[in-house]
């Protein structure tokens, strides 16, 4: 009888489950999502992965960039400090470290973080720009400028560090538009010029001037000292001066002058100024001024001022008076200038004047009238270095006929440190 054998069932297939993605996976998948514009989704991936590698700097590094794009500042920074600690020699971390505290406003913090990244990348020329930033928003020019200068030397980006040069330069604010020499660059305690001048005035040797100074700022004003010396007639005089600007009360300064000449054969023996300016609001300024000349017979040049800042544009318009003795002279002059690059210390210049006199002891009528104009370019080639050239002309008439014209040219150079 045929038996009947029956083989037993086969055991059920296994089914394999799904092998876990790695950890590198699970990472370039966070940074996918964070770079994606899918931040919240990003966050999740980068805790799963804190829960594989607790304290791993390079997912801590990723979620405090994540939560600082969120402006999750306090998390950002408890992530980033975290990854610091954990690998104080990583640059990226101390990056972002910095970055979140200057987006958060607390730039004495991102400073300290900057420090670290730029001793990890002494010639990294955006790590000398961010901590430029850092020490801009603390008020450190010169330091700013200075890194500004190194990574512009190690091929940072020309354009990003010229703007940010440009910003640290103070953009001409009232009351002191029309005078320069009231305020210095951010930055520099100090300043030296060497200016000349040259004038043809149709008859007889060329005249001309040279002037040498050295300025001092202070918080509360300037002072500055100069020599100078005039050729005129065939003749030459020497004099020194101070000239001091002055801080007063809210939006007033005041500039003082005093200049001495011991032989006096072109300049007078002593001679002051004294002129306050205030400011009137809306871009607006006025000013009052007295200067004495000590010649044999005394001199008074009483003056006012009105002026108006608007933009990058300064208008000013000065009438003076000009008493002596035997004689009595009025003059009007008008300027304006435009500060082409946006600061302080970059500018084309327009003038013109015209005046009258009124001289007893005069042969032709005791009236006699003048008028002239001029042009001026001051133009730094760096932060420390910068200079000036100009041109002028001047006609003057009296009794109705012609009395003389005069030309001139001159040239300045600027140095500040």
Do not use: C
């Amino acid at each position: 009888m045929p038996i009947d054998f029956q083989l037993p069932d086969s055991p059920p297939a296994q089914v394999q489950p799904p092998s876990a993605p790695s950890f590198d996976d699970q990472y370039a998948n966070a940074r996918a999502l964070a770079n994606g514009g899918q931040p919240e989704l990003a966050l999740a991936a980068y805790s799963a992965l804190l829960t594989r590698s607790p304290g791993n700097a390079d997912v801590l590094l990723g979620r405090g960039v994540v939560y600082s794009r969120l402006g999750r500042w306090n998390e950002a920074v408890a992530d980033l400090s975290a990854a610091a600690s954990a690998s104080p020699d990583y640059a990226d971390v101390w990056e972002a470290l910095g970055n979140t505290y200057r987006w958060s406003e607390q730039p004495a913090k991102a400073l300290e973080a900057y420090e670290h990244l730029v001793a990890l990348r002494p010639k990294d020329p955006a790590a000398l720009v961010a901590r430029a930033r850092a020490q801009r928003a603390l008020g450190h020019a010169f330091e700013a400028r200075a890194d500004l200068e190194r990574a512009r030397a190690l091929g940072g980006d020309v354009g990003e560090i010229d703007g940010l040069l440009a910003d640290l330069q103070p953009r001409p604010t009232l009351p002191s538009a029309g005078t320069p020499d009231a305020t210095g660059a951010a930055g520099y305690d100090w300043a030296a010029s060497l200016a000349s001048s040259w004038t043809d005035v149709g008859t007889g040797p060329r005249w001309n001037d040279q002037t040498a100074s050295l300025r001092h700022y202070m918080k509360a004003g300037s002072l500055g000292f100069e020599t100078l010396r005039a050729h005129r007639f065939g003749q030459q005089d020497y004099a020194w001066a101070l000239d001091g600007y002055a801080s007063l009360w809210q939006g007033a300064y005041a500039n003082l002058r005093y200049q001495h000449s011991a032989s006096s054969r072109l300049f007078p023996a002593n001679s002051g100024r004294v002129e306050v300016w205030q400011a009137l609001g809306q871009g607006w300024e006025a000013s009052l001024s007295d200067d004495v000349l000590g010649f044999d017979s005394r001199v008074n040049i009483y003056g006012i001022s009105l002026a108006k800042y608007t933009g990058n544009f300064y208008i000013q318009l000065r009438h003076q008076n000009i008493v002596s003795e035997d004689s009595h002279s009025t003059g009007e002059r008008l300027l304006a200038r435009w500060y082409y690059t946006g600061d302080a210390d970059n500018y084309l210049e327009l003038s013109a004047n015209s005046g009258r006199s009124d001289d007893s002891l005069s042969l032709v009528g005791g009236r006699a009238r003048s008028g002239g104009g001029g042009i001026a370019l001051v133009r730094y080639f760096s932060p420390q270095w910068g200079g000036k050239i100009g041109a002028s002309f001047s006609r003057a008439a009296s009794g109705g006929a012609a009395s003389g014209n005069e030309r001139g040219i001159s040239f300045a150079l600027y140095r500040r440190w």
